[in-house]
Each structure stands twice: as C-alpha cells, then as structure tokens.
C-alpha cells in the first residue's frame, strides 16, 4: 500500500476551466495499481476538492486530478486498467477474472465486460475487397452478418441479423468498395445491387461447387437402383453364385423393417394427397407430421430415394461377417465362440449381434458371405466430385463401375469435371456452353443447378474468372463461432463484435 499526495498549489476545474487554489476540503481515494513481484498494489492518495471561483460555473466544487494517475470515478490506474483490459479480450469475462486473481489483480467478470465495453474501437480505413458472410447466434433463430477487410485480412465489423437493410446502409456509408465476395445468398447480393452498384459481385466458388454436389448427390440417389443392379451383376453373376444376404429392407432377424414400411407407407400418403390439391402445411397438419418431412416427401418422386439412406447403413458387424461365414462352413457353430474369435480382431459390438447373424446362417437366410460392399450415395459422391488424379485405385475402379451402370451417371461424372475445369482455370466466360451441355441430358437436378446460375450470372462468371473467394471469410466465421462459445451466456452481440475487432 502506497501512500501518496499532490504537491500542487491549485487545479483547474473541468467545468469552465479556471484554476482554484481555494481548498474545500480533503478526503482519501484508493487506487488498485498493476502488482508488484504478484502481490496486488494499492494507491492511496489524498485528494483535495477546490471550490470554483466562477459564479457561473455549475460546479460548485471538484477534485482534483492527477494526470496519468486518476480520472474521475476511476478506481484503477492507467497501467492496471490497460492489463486488465487486455485480459478481457482475450478472455473476456469468468476466465480473465480466474487469470487476473492468479496474476494479483483482482477483478470481477463485469468489471472486466465494462472494460471491455468501454474500449475504443477504431474506425476501419478504405476497404476495396469486402466479404460477406452470415453466422449464427442462436442457430435457427438469430443470425448475425460478418464483414471483412480481404485485403487487410481482418473482420472490420459485425452487423445484427442477415438480411439486405444493415449491409445496404454499410456500403452506403463506404462507397470505396470495389469488389463484394459474397455466398448466394440473395440478402447480400440485393443489398450490393442497391447500395453499391459500382462493386463487382463475386459468388464463392466454395458455395457453387457444394450446390453442385448437392445437384449431383440427388442425381445419384435418383438412379441408385442402376448401380445397385451393376453391383449384383458383377459381384454375383450367373446362378453359380449363391443368393445374397438380404439388404437393409430386412433387420438382423430376417424381418421386414418396421421404418421401411413407414417410409414408403408416408410418401404413398403425401403422393396422393398432394394429387388432391392439398398444400404442404395442410398435409403436414392431416398427418401430424414436421413440415420439412412432408416437403421431403413431396420432393421424391421416387420413394427409393428416401430409402437410400435407410437401406444402405452399414453395421460394426459388416468387415467380420466374411470370417464369420467361412468359420460356419467350416463347422464352428457355436454363436458365442465366434464372438470370441471376432471381438479379438478388433470387433466391437455386442454378443447380440453375432448371435443373430449365426442364427441367421442356421436358418439358411444368409447362405453366403455378403459381397463387397454397395458404394453408399455418399461415398458414390465423393468419388464422382474428387479430382481423377486424386482417386485412389479401388476408388478409381468403383467409379468405372458407376459409370458404367448408368448413362445419365456418365454425364454427370463429365459435367462435374467440365465444371471443375471452369473454376481451376478461370474460365467463367464458358460457363454458358456448360449450361447448354447439362440441357442435353435428362438430369433434373443438374439442370436446375444451371438454371439457378442463371439468377445470379454477373457473380458467378466473375466467381469463376476471379481469385477473388470467400475463404477467409469463413475462417472468420470460424473465429467469432469461437469466441461466441468462449462467451458462454454472455456473449451478446455488442460484446462479440468489440472482442472480434479487437482480436482482428
């Protein structure tokens, strides 16, 4: 502790800025100091209040000051005040106040939420590249918008929800701007149209290359049934092979699947009542079912589409069931010592499930070891969206075999590498004779993939042709998502953009 008093003969007063020397009276005032060797200091000074010698002045009386020491109603100095404000933003607040105890200088989280509050923000300079991009506060419900500086590589603000007004009233304010990365969203996309028409809109080519996964993922549950036929015929040919164990329509006990039938008994339902004329809200509340499950439906022609999912999960017993097979043949068929054999390389389910696969040998269900496996949708559309070079062999070799299942697989496996090639190598003026290709075939999903580029053209030709992309915006994201969890339930937006732009 400290003891310690100014050598001044008079103050100036704040209010009209005239110096008084006419003491009014002396009181203490503690001040909380930066530690010394991690015991905390404490200040305590004898402050004098003068009496104004301006009858007009409002103040009739003040304290006085002293510079780099005190401000008024202050009870940290400058230096204690600057340490602790650099805690709460990397730290905000629980965490820093647990830091600064250890440290010797004890605060509390909403003294350092104050601080961190009260910082001065600096004003971002002329931003020629601005990225634009949406996260969520409360997901679902409340959303937020990040800006960022892509040239300077730093966020320079955070706007309360996602839709066109704020981000307009933004770009009204900085008509420096020349080009906007953006994802499709169309908020952003009217929002640049209004208030920045001299900006160049540039569509991520992150953004256009996972619709177009999403196009092709619905491509290949639509014609799921053809690679499941070249499947059986290459891995099962003739009559010489025996049959197959059953798909996923049947459970582990050879009964038919209670969610199979639910399925296709759902989507024969909404089929037949959208034919009626019924809306979709209508349908879902006949059915009591969730809105989104009864678009689901409505938008499968096919329910074989919906089934995909359902019927092609594979199970921890899958790699074994080969092993399993060959030990039966051989006359092991005792159910528990083959769980024995299995767990020791490496199986980890439960007894259960071995017990109802050998059940099913004895019954003669299951009278061969499974084929290789089906190439899941998933699986199918990694490989058909993989560079060739990059495919592994097998991988390589299940993507011949889809090719040659189906011909409208075929076209799609070569628009998506025409469309990869567009966007390596900056062609974006092409992208209409890539258009024009995908009409050629019937592929729905593609089509009306390029008849959506078709509503935001400009921006997605110079996505294509630009290095331009919002990659950094979403490591951005990533970022504030961190920092929002790191807040825990303190982390309302004012507080989450002061501590984005201070960490930028």
């Known amino acids: 502790m400290l003891h310690a008093r100014s050598r001044g003969h008079s103050a100036r007063c704040p209010g009209c800025g ?8 002396r009181y203490e005032r503690r001040l909380a100091d930066a530690p010394l060797g991690g015991l905390p200091v404490v200040i305590v000074m004898l402050i004098r209040r003068f009496k104004c010698l301006t009858a007009e002045c409002p103040a009739v009386t003040f304290a006085e000051q002293i510079p780099g020491l005190t401000r008024s109603h202050a009870r940290h100095t400058p230096v204690l005040r600057d340490q602790l404000g650099r805690i709460a933003r990397v730290l905000a607040g629980r965490p820093g106040a647990r830091l600064a105890r250890r440290l010797g200088m004890a605060a509390a989280k909403d003294t350092l939420l104050r601080l961190l509050r009260a910082t001065a923000l600096t004003e971002p300079g002329p931003v020629r590249v601005l990225g634009i991009d949406d996260f969520a506060l409360l997901k679902g419900h409340t959303y937020a918008t990040l800006l960022v500086d892509l040239d300077a590589r730093r966020p320079i603000d955070v706007l309360p929800g996602r839709e066109a007004a704020p981000v307009a009233r933004w770009l009204a304010d900085h008509p420096e701007v020349q080009i906007i990365c953006r994802d499709r969203a169309s908020a952003y996309a009217e929002a640049a149209r209004q208030a920045a028409p001299q900006a160049v809109q540039v569509a991520d080519v992150w953004h256009l290359w996972s619709n177009l996964a999403k196009a092709v993922e619905k491509t290949i549950t639509s ?17 010489r092979q025996p049959p197959a164990e059953p798909d996923g329509m049947l459970d582990v006990r050879g009964r038919p699947r209670r969610i199979v039938a639910t399925i296709r008994e759902r989507h024969r339902a909404v089929q037949e009542l959208l034919s009626q004329g019924r809306s979709l809200r209508g349908i879902s509340r006949d059915l009591d079912l ?28 899958d790699d074994y069931k080969p092993y399993i097979y060959e030990r039966f043949v051989q006359g092991c068929r005792n159910a528990s010592q083959l769980f024995r054999e299995v767990r020791d390389q490496g199986f980890r389910g439960d007894r259960s499930v071995v017990n109802s696969y050998v059940r099913l040998l004895k019954q003669g269900t299951v009278t061969a070891p499974p084929p290789p496996a089906l190439p899941k949708p998933r699986r199918a559309l990694r490989w058909i969206m993989t560079r060739p070079e990059h495919l592994r062999p097998e991988e390589a070799v299940g993507l011949k075999e889809i090719r040659a299942a189906c011909p409208e697989l075929d076209a799609a496996v070569d628009h998506v590498r025409a469309f990869g090639s567009l966007m390596h190598e900056h062609r974006g003026d092409d992208l209409d004779e890539w258009i024009e290709q995908v009409r050629k075939n019937d592929l729905p999903a593609l089509r009306q993939f390029a008849d959506g580029l078709l509503h935001d053209w400009e921006a997605v030709v110079a996505g294509l042709s630009s290095t331009w992309s919002s990659g950094q915006v979403e490591g951005q994201v990533t970022r504030v998502k961190l920092l929002k969890r790191a807040g825990y339930g303190r982390a309302k937006l004012d507080l989450l953009r002061t501590r984005t732009l201070l960490q930028s």
Request: contains cysteine.
């Open 18 to 25: 005239v110096r008084s020397s006419r003491i009014h009276g």
């Open 290 to 317: 969730d809105y989104y499950a009864v678009r689901r439906y409505a938008r499968a022609a096919d329910v074989d589409e919906l089934l995909v999912k359902v019927t092609q999960r594979r199970t921890l017993l």
């Open 223 to 239: 014609h799921y049934g053809c690679i499941r036929t070249a499947h059986q015929a290459t891995h099962q040919p003739g009559e």
